[in-house]
């Protein structure tokens, strides 16, 4: 795995292009859509010599399409229309195509170089950078992939105008996550950031401070065996919410369930840690003003911290936190007691008005 | 991918494997076995109470079995048994079964650990050393795969009396090539090899300097971008007697092709690079004494030359080959003409009597 992956944000995505394969050896150029952006993305970057010209490979959308199955029909058509190694995939997609694709073009003949282009402000400050990808299992998560880092990352908003708000505001909890972990400044001007403004400009610059402080992480800690758990800022709790919300069959997005997982986090962190009051106090105004809330009451508690409790950075039934003294401050590995938990979920309803 | 993998040559397997387990911090231990090797192999090492504890999973032997359900077979099983990140499988068999087994750990969780112990000399010479994993796809060897080392590797070669003499010169063929690359005093301990003393305890110490002078290779090259190239050796003539002979329905043992390769590139490094004639000579009469020698015609050549010219370490329709100018002294990335190859394989059937 090479550390130094290039990232380049831009809202040129095909000058970008251009300038990556120019100073590429390659033979032949797949680009990987999903049935969503090959209808809504390609057309716009189709204009682009190098993609006019490349093997298009679309896989249906959906995580519920993010199979072996799908990553061995990307295998045939890598196979059928003569991918070598010296062959290159562009991912253009969500997640979704990010994950498959880099999973599939790394295992491909052991491995063929593959630029990612996020089309998701959540695929952009998150699955695109960091070298994760993979399928799913028998309906587990991700259970199936490695650690390949793309040979490029294009980073850029302007796809995003054809996104839904909740589709941003599920990206931008993840960027509120990389600003808790920085510095008050990277975090301050995120908490300033208007999303009724649809700033596509400001938010790349936005963007692009966040993928750094992702990127910085990844680069210390590739296989996510320690200091790489600072990512998991929000996530146990976050993901409780999401699961439990699924097993209620009202599912939540991704990143609306890490910002309201932070409100509970950040709670326990002051309880824990000394992180301020008023700086919780701060972010659950935000996230109430622009997430709402994920309705839950106390008979609810025992599921959640069950969840909690088998979340896979948890150990032997541990709950394993990672807390903040300050922003800026970070504490990997941190645990807390049921009754820890109890309390900070009760301030989550009071904070959030529940 | 780690570069400095532990290589552990003994005969006594059960006290490594408690050795190496002893050191490690993991939960469950899974032993992969194919269906040889969990009839022949694993009642030789049952006694070790890691291996009676652990999950043994079971694949078919074969390497038509060598295939993206298989590993899902694998996967299905570390899911239903517990597996986490925490780990580890012991991969117990021949290529197939360290490369499959190899594939299936570190693409489950993107990742757990594995050990390889090679039961065949071929294995223990060449497929369990490099990191190289992987499975066959529509008919493409190890078109699926990715370069993953095993944390160790057990080497031994007190599994080897179950296994028939042609089995033993066919991973002999591969240690004669790394004793070429070596150094003429390596190369000359392996001519004086006896295959009808069955003297294992010898043959493990010329083992061991055999896999040395792989694992010294592969750490300068993980990705096979260049000098690892110099393991080509052999296997551009090889590969295609292989698949010729496959072709005419009467299927060779790789080795073999390896070793009548090589009387063909010998041949051609004598002829191309100064190559000493009185080692070619030397060289095709041991292989003479011990493999025979694979019947062609002239009728056969052109065939031949095309199947060369299609070796995927070939370019543009271009022969590759690794040549020699002495005993050790390496030249990769040689191309030869359609009529040094003819030449070439005329000395080979005067040097085998064909």
Sequence with gaps: MEHNQRI???NDVSAAIDQLLAEADFNRLFVLTDTNTSYFVLPRIADNAHIA??????????????????????WRALCDNGGTRKSIMINVGGGMVTDLGGFAASTFKRGIRF?????TLLSAVDAAVGGKT??????????????????????????FSTLPLTEIKSGFAEMLKHGLLKDAATYDRLLAYDFESRDYDHLLSLLRESV???????????HERGLRRALNLGHTAGHAFESYAMSRKSPIPHGYAVA???????????????????RVQE?????????????????DYDALLTLMRHDKKSEHGEMNF?????????????????????AALDIYRDLLHI
């Design 115 to 119: 630029i990612n282009v996020p089309t």
């Design 134 to 159: 993979g399928v799913n299992f028998r309906g587990l998560k991700n259970e199936i992939g490695g650690f390949n880092e793309a040979e490029a990352v294009v980073i850029s908003t302007c796809f």
């Design 260 to 278: 309201w997982g932070m409100v509970v986090e950040l709670t326990l962190a002051n309880m824990l840690c000394g992180f301020p009051s008023a």
């Design 8 to 10: 380049i944000f831009t």
């Design 322 to 342: 990672t807390l903040l003294g300050d922003v800026g401050d970070v504490k990997i590995n941190c645990s807390a007691t049921d009754d820890d938990v109890r």
């Design 53 to 74: 010209d490349a093997t298009n490979i679309t896989i249906k959308s959906g995580d519920m399409n993010k199979t072996i199955e799908a990553a061995a029909d990307v």
């Design 212 to 222: 750094e402080v992702k990127a910085e992480i990844v680069r210390c800690d590739p």
């Design 283 to 299: 972010y659950a105004q935000f996230v109430l003003e622009n997430y709402g809330s994920f309705h839950i009451t106390c008979a």
